[in-house]
C-alpha cells in the first residue's frame, strides 16, 4: 500500500529571521516538567513488567497527571517542607491479565509507586521522595476497544488513536540557547561548582532582532546558601555563567537576568529547601511542559500532544511527535536546499502507524532551489522512516531514547 507523503513549499520568512522570537524551556525540576517525567517512568516500568511476565509489552496509557504544589518554609542556612507535594497519575492499564488459564492481577500499585519515586530520587538531590511527596494513582483496565485495537496488526500495530505528531528543523541560535543553558545549569559540572543551584530551572528567550533578553529562574537550595550576600553572589556567578556559555554558542547580543522576581528590600528570594517550586504551591499538569525535542516554541508549528506515559507501541499521539522530529532533523540533515523543514503526521485510528493518513512536509527554500528539485529526496526520508518506525519502541523501553529531554 502507498503512503500518503506530501510535500509542499512554505512561502516564509525562517524564524531566524523573524524580527521577534520567543523560546522557553522548563528544567527538569519544574513542576511540569517533573509530572511528564512520572507519568513517563510508570509507562516504562509497566512495559517492562510486562515484557518480564507476559512477553510482550500490553496495553496502557498513563499519560494524565497532577503535581500538587506543598508548602515550604525555606530561610537561610534552612528551612523544612511543611506540607508534601501530592503526584497523581491516571490512565488504563492490564491491571490483570489472563494467563494460562487464570486470571492474574498486576500490582500496579506497587510498580506505580516505586517507579515515580524511583524517578524522583534520579531527578533531585534534595528532594526526598518519601518525606516530601504523596504519591498516588487512578489507574484502570482499559477499555474493550482499544484493547481490541492494540491487540489487532500483525508486524506493524494499528494505531489506537487520531493523533498529531510534528517536529521542526534546525533550531535557530536561540533555541539551541535556551536548550544549552539549562542544561548547563542542571548539568553535574554546574552543580558541583555551585550546588546552591537546584533543579528547578525556567529559561525564557526574547531575541528582538540581533539581540537575545534570557530570563532565567533558578531555585535556590535553602540549606546550602548562608545569607542575602551569599544568595547574591551564586546569583552573579549564574549569569555570569550563563553569558560565558552564549558567547560560545551564538554571535547574538546576549542580556541576561537570573531571578527577577527578587526583591532584596524585602526580603523576597527564590530559596527552596528541595530545589523545586513545587514545595511551595506551584503545580504541573502533563502536557503543559517541553514539546518532545526539548522546547516551547510558540513561533512554531507543533503539536500540544501530551507525548509522556503514552504506549511506545501503537499510541501515536507519541510514536508520531518523536518520528516527526527525527524526520526533520534528517531532512535538514540529508537535502541539500532546505533551510527550514517541518513534519507533520497524522494518524487515523485503526489503521497501521507506518502508513498515515498524511505525512506532510512544508519546506522554506535556500534561494536558487525549487520543489520539483528536493521533493523526492524529502519524500525518500520520510518514506523510509515510516519503514521503520517500530523501531522507536525497543529505543524508548530501553532509555536510549528519552521521550523527556
Not at 167 to 192: C, I, M, Q, W
Not at 319 to 326: H, M, P, V, Y
Not at 378 to 386: F, K, Q, S, Y
Amino acid at each position: 500500500m502507498k503512503r500518503n507523503i506530501h510535500v509542499e513549499e512554505l512561502r516564509a520568512a525562517p524564524v531566524s529571521e523573524m524580527e521577534v522570537e520567543l523560546v522557553e524551556r522548563k528544567g527538569k525540576g519544574h513542576p511540569d516538567t517533573v509530572i511528564d517525567g512520572c507519568a513517563e517512568a510508570v509507562s516504562r516500568a509497566l512495559s517492562q513488567y510486562y515484557l518480564e511476565h507476559y512477553g510482550r509489552v500490553l496495553h496502557h496509557n498513563v499519560d494524565k497527571g497532577l503535581l500538587v504544589g506543598g508548602r515550604s518554609a525555606p530561610r537561610f542556612g534552612g528551612g523544612e517542607v511543611l506540607e508534601p507535594i501530592y503526584i497523581m497519575v491516571a490512565g488504563r492499564a492490564f491491571t490483570y491479565v489472563p494467563y494460562r488459564e487464570r486470571i492474574e492481577p498486576v500490582p500496579i500499585g506497587t510498580i506505580t509507586l516505586n517507579s515515580i519515586r524511583g524517578f524522583l530520587a534520579e531527578t533531585f538531590r534534595y528532594l526526598d521522595p518519601v518525606k516530601h511527596v504523596v504519591v498516588d494513582y487512578k489507574i484502570r483496565q482499559g477499555s474493550l476497544d482499544l484493547i481490541s485495537l492494540f491487540d489487532r496488526g500483525g508486524e506493524v500495530p494499528v494505531a489506537n488513536d487520531t493523533s498529531i505528531g510534528v517536529g521542526f528543523a534546525p533550531f535557530t541560535d536561540s533555541e539551541r540557547l535556551v536548550l544549552e543553558v539549562e542544561r548547563y545549569l542542571n548539568s553535574p559540572r554546574l552543580k558541583s561548582d555551585l550546588p546552591e543551584v537546584g533543579e528547578d530551572i525556567k529559561v525564557l528567550a526574547l531575541r528582538h532582532g540581533r539581540r537575545v533578553s534570557l530570563t532565567i529562574a533558578a531555585a535556590m537550595i535553602s540549606h546550602l546558601v548562608h545569607d542575602a550576600s551569599h544568595y547574591i553572589n551564586v546569583r552573579e556567578e549564574v549569569e555570569s555563567r550563563v553569558r560565558d556559555l552564549a558567547a560560545k554558542l551564538t554571535d547574538l547580543e546576549v542580556d541576561v537576568v537570573v531571578n527577577a522576581a527578587d526583591d532584596p528590600s524585602k526580603g523576597v528570594y527564590y530559596l527552596t529547601v528541595t530545589g523545586t517550586s513545587a514545595e511551595a504551591g506551584d503545580d504541573g499538569n502533563t502536557g503543559r511542559g517541553n514539546r518532545p525535542n526539548g522546547l516551547i516554541t510558540p513561533m512554531r508549528q507543533y503539536s500540544v500532544e501530551a507525548v509522556a506515559g503514552k504506549n511506545p507501541i501503537n499510541h501515536t499521539g507519541k510514536l508520531f511527535n518523536i518520528a516527526a522530529q527525527r524526520m526533520a532533523d534528517r531532512v535538514i540533515k540529508e537535502v541539500r536546499g532546505v533551510r527550514e523543514v517541518y513534519i507533520r503526521l497524522l494518524s487515523k485510528i485503526g489503521s497501521p502507524i507506518d502508513h498515515p493518513e498524511v505525512a506532510s512536509a512544508a519546506l522554506v527554500l535556500e534561494p536558487g532551489y525549487t520543489l520539483k528539485r528536493v521533493e523526492g529526496d524529502v519524500m525518500g526520508v520520510i518514506d523510509e522512516e515510516l519503514q521503520h518506525i517500530t523501531d522507536l519502541t525497543p529505543e524508548i523501553l530501553s532509555g536510549r531514547l528519552g521521550v523527556i529531554i
